[in-house]
């Protein structure tokens, strides 16, 4: 495979905005709860969601700030993912779609070291998490 | 399913600590990329990640961090997840067995809200990612 194998990157430039969605189902949230050993019943048991605040199973909020990681990884050209912060603000059901978007804030003097602005929205322009990612590219 | 389902969770208090252990096999990293959508070759094409720095496919460092998801989510009764910060500090590859461990370092005067340093370390005892997450008890 080729060292710049990157389709349709785009460069990095303060102001610059990249996107992407994806539908929120339940077997994400079964394979997510799998993978990272969560099995809260909070997200896979609907009469204990039913005990909770939330009234229905939601999604783990790292299962959506993994999005994040998605743009990070495939919108951009070889970046390191240096740091990650993430605010839970609402939650996240199973049918809801999310949008993560990513935009360049800041470069670091003389550095190619990048702060980016990371949100992730549900269907309703909703913000559901809000933070800032720190990338390097590794060139 | 009982509302007070959560086998053997700990009490939050100042100093407790609860820990989580799982190997990173190459179908967890190919399961996170499929739910999350993050294809970056450096986790998934062997031939690819030669010409990186990393020499070998690495885990995504959200798959690694969603371990510390399974401290808040099953280690802990009823909590509600308001923050994390991830600081991505070493790689991770196939067959590293990462250890999650959070311990509880403060209190919110009068709230039902406690500070966590979460940290993630390998089978050399090296930290790989290191953070906190403020959470609240969902009473």
Do not use: W
Not at 107 to 116: M, N
């Amino acid at each position: 495979m080729d060292k710049n194998y990157y389709p349709n990157s785009k460069t990095m430039q303060l102001g610059t905005s990249v996107s992407f969605s994806k539908t929120i189902r339940q077997i994400d949230i079964a394979s997510f709860a799998k993978i990272s050993g969560d099995n809260n019943p909070l997200h896979l048991n609907e009469d204990y969601a039913k005990t909770t605040r939330f009234k229905k199973p939601i999604a783990h909020g790292m299962l959506t700030a993994s999005f994040i990681s998605a743009l990070i990884g495939t919108k951009f050209a070889r970046l390191i993912y240096l740091s990650q912060n993430l605010k839970f603000i609402k939650p996240v059901y199973i049918g809801d779609t999310i949008t993560a978007t990513a935009t360049v804030i800041a470069k670091k003097e003389g550095k190619e070291i990048f702060t980016l602005q990371t949100i992730c929205t549900n269907q309703n322009n909703i913000i559901v998490i809000d933070g800032t990612a720190v990338v390097m590219i590794d060139s």
